[in-house]
């Protein structure tokens, strides 16, 4: 089924993934190298048939799953956090090829997914309830967690690995069991996880894939089917409001993880090599394509100009090119939608009075290679400043006062990660407190850990992923009440 994969690198034959629904028509949809233009793969195109299909399995499984120790679930994922690691360059290799990102970052992205099913196979061990002291003493009182159940999965393609890990550990770590449908354009190192959780000796039916190039179709099945207990999704704000919505009519719990607005500030008490250090990490990792990109970068007056010529010379030397190259610090952009809204964020920004310190252009033009881009002198109502770029695009603007800037950074919708460099303790205790966000970076660029909780408030999302917290999402809270004692 899978053809076109050359590269010596590209070793799992996807076609090993067992989980995979029966087929309902021979539907098939192709994956390209993004750097390249390359067909890299021609792969099932599932719908609803299959769909139903992987829930029914889905389902079914799940009972025995949850009944399971708690030792043995986590063995399970032991050995699949082993298998992955032992192919980490295998994994990483379809993970640059179909997504595009440099090598270095996608075997970092291997880890990262490594990390989070050793978190949660120690974490499967620790589902502990409670007991509450009765107000009679003829009573006992207890609450219990147990498995959610079905738990419906989408995701979307810039971090297609991770996503993977950190959405089923912790789901099969409390008992559920999976539909997994990852994005269109980056299929197939999840079908290479899923090969190697076959391996790893997951039962038929426990974790079941569904590719898929028209999202909407799965998604409305997923949500509407009575055997799914909960969706868990990450991606657009967008298609995050639309799936909840699905899942009103049965009440269905959702984990959405959803768009970001970060705003990265640097106060003049800052360090400024440091803050600037921080500002590459989180404005171009993944060329930007991160939903906790640094997207509107401000700047205190007194430091301005010397951290934007730092700044400014550091991004120069960032090389920009094919992942696998040797040296590139920046792929392509995901597809030429990316390159057209990054230059629409561009021409406005100029539009109103921006000034292009660095970059600007797109690289050739076969591909979607963008420099990376500084603009400063950038007003608060420009486009840049409001929406999410998803892009190697860094709009600088200045600020004086250290009160609107936190006024300013939280007038978003947006609600997922902030960053902030400064050196004076009570500033730094009171923007923590006083930013309107999940996750705030203080004095760092990057802050996404398996042991933390990852995730946003307002229109950000609703749920966590990762730490304690996250194994909660797929856990039901029981009160028991035992009387006549
Ligand atoms: P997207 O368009 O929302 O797509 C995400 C996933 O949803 C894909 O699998 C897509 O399938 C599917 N989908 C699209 N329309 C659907 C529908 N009507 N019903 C059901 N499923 C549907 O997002 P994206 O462009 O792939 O990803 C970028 C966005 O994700 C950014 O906004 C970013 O901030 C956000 N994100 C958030 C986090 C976080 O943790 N908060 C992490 C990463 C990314 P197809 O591929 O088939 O279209």
Same mark, same amino acid.
């Given at each position: 089924?899978?053809?076109?994969?050359?590269?010596?690198?590209?070793?799992?034959?996807?076609?090993?993934?067992?989980?995979?629904?029966?087929?309902?028509?021979?539907?098939?949809?192709?994956?390209?190298?993004?750097?390249?233009?390359?067909?890299?793969?021609?792969?099932?195109?599932?719908?609803?048939?299959?769909?139903?299909?992987?829930?029914?399995?889905?389902?079914?499984?799940?009972?025995?799953?949850?009944?399971?120790?708690?030792?043995?679930?986590?063995?399970?994922?032991?050995?699949?956090?082993?298998?992955?690691?032992?192919?980490?360059?295998?994994?990483?290799?379809?993970?640059?090829?179909?997504?595009?990102?440099?090598?270095?970052?996608?075997?970092?992205?291997?880890?990262?997914?490594?990390?989070?099913?050793?978190?949660?196979?120690?974490?499967?061990?620790? +589902?502990?309830?409670?007991?509450?002291?009765?107000?009679?003493?003829?009573?006992?009182?207890?609450?219990?967690?147990?498995?959610?159940?079905?738990?419906?999965?989408?995701?979307?393609?810039?971090?297609?690995?991770?996503?993977?890990?950190?959405?089923?550990?912790?789901?099969?770590?409390?008992?559920?069991?999976?539909?997994?449908?990852?994005?269109?354009?980056?299929?197939?190192?999840?079908?290479?996880?899923?090969?190697?959780?076959?391996?790893?000796?997951?039962?038929?039916?426990?974790?079941?894939?569904?590719?898929?190039?028209?999202?909407?179709?799965?998604?409305?099945?997923?949500?509407?089917?009575?055997?799914?207990?909960?969706?868990?999704?990450?991606?657009?704000?967008?298609?995050?409001?639309?799936?909840?919505?699905?899942?009103?009519?049965? +009440?269905?719990?959702?984990?959405?993880?959803?768009?970001?607005?970060?705003?990265?500030?640097?106060?003049?008490?800052?360090?400024?090599?440091?803050?600037?250090?921080?500002?590459?990490?989180?404005?171009?990792?993944?060329?930007?394509?991160?939903?906790?990109?640094?997207?509107?970068?401000?700047?205190?007056?007194?430091?301005?100009?010397?951290?934007?010529?730092?700044?400014?010379?550091?991004?120069?030397?960032?090389?920009?090119?094919?992942?696998?190259?040797?040296?590139?610090?920046?792929?392509?952009?995901?597809?030429?939608?990316?390159?057209?809204?990054?230059?629409?964020?561009?021409?406005?920004?100029?539009?109103?009075?921006?000034?292009?310190?660095?970059?600007?252009?797109?690289?050739?033009?076969?591909?979607?290679?963008?420099?990376?881009?500084?603009?400063?002198?950038?007003?608060?109502?420009?486009?840049?400043?409001?929406?999410?770029?998803?892009?190697?695009?860094?709009?600088?603007?200045?600020?004086?006062?250290?009160?609107?800037?936190?006024?300013?950074?939280?007038?978003?919708?947006?609600?997922?990660?902030?960053?902030?460099?400064?050196?004076?303790?009570?500033?730094?205790?009171?923007?923590?407190?006083?930013?309107?966000?999940?996750?705030?970076?203080?004095?760092?660029?990057?802050?996404?850990?398996?042991?933390?909780?990852?995730?946003?408030?307002?229109?950000?999302?609703?749920?966590?992923?990762?730490?304690?917290?996250?194994?909660?999402?797929?856990?039901?809270?029981?009160?028991?009440?035992?009387?006549? +004692?």
């Amino acid at each position: 089924m899978i053809r076109h994969l050359k590269s010596a690198h590209l070793f799992v034959d996807v076609d090993n993934v067992s989980d995979l629904p029966t087929r309902a028509s021979d539907r098939t949809f192709e994956v390209f190298n993004p750097s390249t233009g390359e067909l890299l793969a021609e792969i099932p195109d599932m719908g609803v048939e299959e769909t139903r299909a992987a829930i029914d399995k889905a389902y079914i499984a799940q009972p025995e799953w949850a009944a399971l120790t708690a030792r043995e679930r986590s063995d399970m994922l032991w050995r699949w956090h082993q298998l992955i690691v032992d192919h980490t360059d295998d994994l990483a290799a379809i993970l640059t090829a179909e997504m595009g990102k440099p090598f270095a970052e996608a075997r970092s992205e291997v880890a990262h997914a490594a990390a989070y099913l050793q978190w949660y196979a120690e974490e499967a061990n620790r +589902i502990y309830g409670e007991t509450i002291s009765a107000p009679s003493t003829d009573r006992r009182m207890l609450v219990i967690k147990q498995p959610i159940g079905v738990v419906g999965t989408i995701t979307p393609w810039n971090f297609p690995a991770s996503m993977v890990a950190r959405k089923i550990s912790p789901a099969l770590a409390a008992g559920c069991t999976i539909v997994f449908k990852p994005a269109e354009q980056t299929p197939l190192v999840a079908g290479a996880m899923f090969a190697l959780a076959h391996q790893a000796g997951f039962p038929n039916g426990v974790i079941n894939l569904v590719y898929a190039s028209e999202g909407d179709a799965v998604g409305r099945e997923l949500c509407s089917n009575p055997k799914v207990r909960k969706i868990s999704f990450t991606g657009s704000t967008e298609v995050g409001r639309l799936l909840m919505r699905q899942c009103s009519d049965q +009440i269905k719990k959702v984990s959405l993880e959803l768009g970001g607005n970060a705003p990265f500030i640097v106060f003049d008490d800052a360090d400024i090599d440091a803050a600037v250090d921080g500002a590459i990490q989180a404005k171009f990792r993944n060329a930007g394509q991160t939903c906790v990109s640094a997207n509107r970068l401000y700047v205190q007056s007194g430091v301005h100009e010397e951290f934007v010529d730092k700044f400014t010379k550091k991004v120069r030397q960032l090389s920009v090119g094919d992942g696998f190259d040797p040296g590139v610090a920046i792929g392509p952009l995901i597809d030429k939608r990316a390159l057209a809204k990054i230059e629409s964020h561009i021409a406005d920004a100029v539009a109103n009075g921006g000034v292009v310190r660095c970059g600007g252009n797109r690289i050739g033009s076969e591909g979607t290679f963008f420099q990376p881009t500084i603009l400063t002198e950038i007003s608060r109502d420009t486009t840049v400043a409001q929406e999410e770029t998803f892009g190697p695009l860094a709009p600088i603007i200045r600020f004086e006062d250290a009160d609107h800037v936190v006024r300013d950074a939280n007038d978003t919708i947006y609600g997922l990660a902030a960053y902030f460099y400064a050196s004076n303790l009570k500033r730094v205790w009171r923007v923590a407190e006083a930013l309107e966000y999940g996750m705030v970076g203080i004095n760092t660029g990057r802050m996404s850990s398996e042991a933390a909780p990852f995730g946003g408030i307002k229109q950000s999302g609703i749920g966590r992923e990762g730490s304690r917290h996250g194994l909660e999402d797929y856990l039901e809270m029981k009160y028991l009440c035992m009387g006549g +004692i």
